[in-house]
């Protein structure tokens, strides 16, 4: 089943003004349907557990000092993450939907004379394909709800994810800011989401190739291809779809082989469509050799991430030591089902 998979910390009175928030998230990988969900074919996305947000919001008076030179004349939040240290009001873009996420939240809450210190720690990397700006944004907004003594419900949560969402991609559809808070796949088909139940324990790798994703590219590519040749890409499009669909019978029946077999040929359609790479295209073949059930690219393609399926826990440290051996630069192993 998907829940709500985020860490708060037990909640006093809404009134406490000393409280430290504190709320975690993870990544997101498509496992089968990129590039045909911009085309009106479901997908299945799935959940990094191991790629996590960190996320704590500490009231200003009660914060540790930030080593900014602007922070003490700040008369506003504060911000310490990888990308900006110092003032939220003189963050870069490349922040602006976290501090939508502070912002919004607060609104939400009709909160106006509160400062918060606001910490991201984030595992997940950017322009992979694996949700990290909505990860990072479901992580903040559910900590500065937490440090107001507040639970977001899930459908609040989710819009404001998404009005951080729209800071940073424009339109989104909803497919990331639901998968970096769910601990199952969830299945996207037309604007509805649906968890998926699962039929056995289900282990896999994902690999960075250390090489930015062009999603953009990518996805006008395949919208010339199809202006260009209808009938052939809507015939990829929708064998993809059927994959999907393939794919979510597999792990509701607890098949490992099927799903990697569709896995595997998803990957040959998505290189049919050219949004595959060397990078990519090298991964899969390491981790193939590895002998995983299947490889495929993740995302929006020419760069990012390869997902491959192993066996069980051990075959999935093998299958991330010959990735890393082939060059990728992370790796992360997630499990889904039983995790006993």
Do not use: Y
């Amino acid at each position: 089943m998907t829940s709500n998979h985020l860490d708060h910390s037990a909640a006093p009175a809404a009134g406490d003004t000393r409280r430290t928030g504190r709320a975690a998230s993870h990544g997101k990988t498509i496992l089968i349907g990129e590039h045909a969900v911009v085309h009106g074919a479901p997908a299945l996305v799935l959940p990094v557990l191991d790629a996590r947000v960190v996320a704590t919001v500490t009231p200003i008076d009660a914060a540790p000092a930030v080593p900014h030179p602007d922070a003490d004349a700040a008369t506003g939040h504060l911000l310490e993450s990888a990308v900006h240290t110092g003032p939220l009001d003189t963050a870069p873009a490349a922040v602006l939907p976290t501090v939508t996420a502070v912002t919004a939240t607060l609104r939400h809450f009709g909160v106006t004379d509160r400062r918060f210190h606001v910490r991201v720690e984030s595992d997940v990397p950017t322009a992979r394909g694996m949700g990290s700006s909505a990860a990072v944004a479901a992580a903040v907004t559910a900590a500065v709800a937490d440090a107001l003594g507040h639970t977001l419900d899930a459908d609040t949560h989710h819009e404001l994810v998404q009005e951080c969402e729209r800071i940073a991609h424009g339109r989104p559809s909803g497919l990331d800011a639901r998968g970096v808070v769910a601990d199952a796949p969830v299945w996207f088909d037309g604007g509805r989401i649906e968890p998926v139940a699962l039929g056995a324990r289900f282990t896999f790798v994902v690999a960075d190739t250390g090489v930015p994703g062009h999603t953009r590219e990518a996805v006008a590519s395949v919208r010339d291809r199809l202006e260009r040749d209808p009938v052939g890409v809507r015939g990829t499009i929708d064998a993809i779809g059927a994959l999907a669909h393939a794919a979510r019978a597999a792990l509701e029946r607890g098949d490992a082989q099927a799903l990697g077999a569709s896995m595997d040929a998803a990957h040959g359609l998505l290189d049919d469509l050219g949004v595959s790479s060397g990078d990519l295209d090298r991964l899969v073949a390491a981790a193939r050799a590895a002998d995983a059930l299947g490889a495929k690219l993740t995302g929006g393609g020419r760069g990012g991430c390869v997902l491959a399926l192993a066996a069980d826990d051990d075959h999935a440290d093998r299958i991330a030591a010959a990735l890393r051996g082939a060059g990728a630069a992370a790796t992360w192993t997630t499990t889904i089902g039983d995790r006993a």
